[in-house]
C-alpha cells in the first residue's frame, strides 16, 4: 500500500488514517501529558479515574477518540473502541456491545481476544498466568473456558485452542439480548480486562464514542440501565474508560439528577454515578481549538503528506496560506474543514495525470 496516498483518500473524506494520528495531532500537549499521566497511574495502581471528552460535530472529538488509542497502542496497553447507539449498542444493554469489544480489542498489533489468546498460549510463562488466572475468583465466568483452552492447547501442542463453547463465553456469543444479562455483561467486562493484564498488557483503555445517545433512551427504566453501566465502567479496575459525549448528555444526565436522583436509588452503580457526576468528580476535557500558529502548523502538515503522495505537483507555500486564511473567514472552524480546504487547493494544482 502506498501510505501517502492513502492517508489524502481518507482526508479527503474526513478520517483521519490510524498511522497519521499522532502526526496530525495539533496542540495536543497539554492533553497528551495529561492522558500519559491518567495511563502511568492505571499501570501502577490498576485504576484510574474515567474521563469524557465533550464536542459537537466537526469539533474534533472523534479524533481526539482516536488519539487516545494511539497514545495507548504505542505504550503497549490494549484498546478497544465501541461507538455507541440506542438500536445495537445502547448504554442499557452491555450484552450488546461486549462482543464487538471481545472482537475489536486490540493489543501487540493483534485485534481480537481469540487472536490476542493464540499469541498469548504459545509462551509457556504466560500460559501458565492464564491457567492460574483462571483458577482464581476474578477469573468470573471466564474460568472454565479459558482452563478448557489451555488444557486441549497443551495436549494437541498448539493446534487446537478449545471448542466453540469455550470461545462463544469469552467472545460473549453466550449473552442474550434481555436485560436480565446485564450484570453478566458487566462482569465480562471487568473479567477480559484482568485478563488483558495478566497477558501481559498493563492495563486497557476503552472507547465509547457518541455515550449521548443515551438521550434516545424515552423513559426512566430505560436510562436507569444505561446509568448503571455506566457506573460500573466508571468504577472498573484495569481499565480507562473514556466516553465522548455532546452537550445533549449533559442535559440529559442534568435532568435525570436533579432533583429527582432518588428515583435512581434502587441501582447503586447508577445512584453512584449520577451522584459523582452532580458532584462534579469526573473530568470532562474538549479536544484543542485550532487557530492562528497551530491552524498553520496543521495545514503544514497536511500538505507534507500530500508532496509525498504526490511528488509530481508543484505548489507554493502561498496555496497552503490562502487555504488557511479562507478557512478562518468560516465562522465553523474546525480541524475537519481546514485539513479538507487544504487538500482541495492542492487537488486544484495536481494533474490529472498524476
Not at 43 to 48: D, Y
Not at 58 to 80: D, E, I, P, Q
Not at 257 to 275: C, E
Request: proline content about 4%; charged content about 20%; glycine content about 6%.
Amino acid at each position: 500500500m502506498n501510505f501517502p496516498k492513502a492517508s489524502i483518500r481518507r482526508l479527503r473524506t474526513g478520517i483521519v488514517p490510524e498511522w497519521e494520528i499522532e502526526r496530525l495531532s495539533v496542540a495536543y500537549d497539554r492533553i497528551g501529558s495529561k492522558l500519559i499521566e491518567r495511563l502511568a497511574e492505571l499501570t501502577a495502581n490498576g485504576k484510574c479515574a474515567p474521563f469524557f471528552v465533550l464536542g459537537e460535530w466537526g469539533s474534533g472529538k472523534t479524533h481526539m477518540l482516536s488519539y487516545v488509542r494511539a497514545v495507548a497502542a504505542r505504550r503497549g496497553l490494549a484498546h478497544v473502541s465501541v461507538t455507541l447507539n440506542p438500536r445495537s449498542a445502547a448504554l442499557n444493554y452491555p450484552q450488546r456491545f461486549y462482543p464487538t469489544m471481545a472482537e475489536a480489542v486490540t493489543w501487540s498489533g493483534h485485534r481480537g481476544l481469540r487472536a490476542i489468546l493464540s499469541t498469548a498460549l504459545s509462551s509457556r510463562a504466560t500460559r501458565h498466568a492464564i491457567q492460574e488466572f483462571a483458577e482464581s475468583e476474578q477469573s468470573g465466568s471466564l474460568s472454565a473456558a479459558l482452563r478448557v483452552i489451555c488444557a486441549r492447547y497443551k495436549l494437541s501442542q498448539g493446534l487446537d485452542y478449545g471448542g466453540d463453547t469455550a470461545w462463544n463465553i469469552l467472545l460473549g456469543a453466550d449473552l442474550a439480548w434481555s436485560t436480565s444479562k446485564r450484570p453478566h455483561a458487566l462482569n465480562r467486562m471487568r473479567e477480559m480486562a484482568a485478563l488483558m493484564r495478566v497477558i501481559g498488557s498493563a492495563g486497557m483503555i476503552a472507547v465509547f464514542d457518541e455515550a449521548e445517545s443515551i438521550d434516545q433512551l424515552f423513559n426512566r427504566l430505560s436510562r436507569s440501565g444505561a446509568y448503571e453501566t455506566l457506573g460500573s465502567l466508571c468504577a472498573q479496575n484495569d481499565t480507562l474508560c473514556i466516553f465522548g459525549i455532546t452537550r445533549r448528555f449533559q442535559l440529559r444526565v442534568a435532568q435525570d439528577a436533579t432533583p429527582n436522583i432518588s428515583l435512581f436509588s434502587h441501582i447503586k452503580s447508577a445512584a453512584n454515578f449520577l451522584t459523582a457526576w452532580q458532584a462534579g468528580r469526573y473530568s470532562i476535557v474538549e479536544p484543542p481549538q485550532i487557530a492562528g500558529t497551530e491552524a498553520g502548523r496543521l495545514a503544514d502538515l497536511v500538505a507534507s503528506i500530500y508532496r509525498d503522495a504526490y511528488p509530481e505537483t508543484e505548489f507554493l507555500a502561498e496555496d497552503i496560506d490562502g487555504a488557511v486564511a479562507r478557512w478562518n473567514m468560516n465562522p465553523h472552524r474546525n480541524p475537519r474543514r481546514l485539513v479538507r480546504a487544504v487538500i482541495d487547493t492542492l487537488d486544484a494544482r495536481r494533474s490529472l495525470s498524476c
